[in-house]
């Protein structure tokens, strides 16, 4: 559990990203597939995807949310599994 007070924001891009990553593959889904068939089609490419698993890409918290959403996990459970206050 890393504490959010320790956090820049290089930091919390990567750990976001990390967790998406994680999630995906262990669902078995390919960057692109979960593009292709999801809703975050029209506005996150598979190259975005990788931009932003890579923590190498500014990201909304509204796209990490569409993200998430499609691999059926809440913000708030990504969030409290991975940082804490």
């Not at 990203?17 to 994680?22: A, D, Q, R, S, V």
């Amino acid at each position: 559990m890393i504490y959010i007070n320790e956090l820049d924001e290089n930091d919390l891009k990567i750990i976001i990203g990390k967790g998406i990553t994680n999630l995906r593959k262990q669902k078995g889904i390919s960057r692109e597939k979960l593009v292709k068939d999801g809703t975050i089609n029209q506005i996150c490419s598979a190259k975005t995807l990788e931009r932003i698993e890579k923590g190498k890409s500014e990201t909304s918290i509204c796209l990490v949310a569409k993200i998430l959403n499609e691999l059926d996990v809440p913000l708030k459970d990504f969030f409290e599994s991975h940082i804490k206050k």
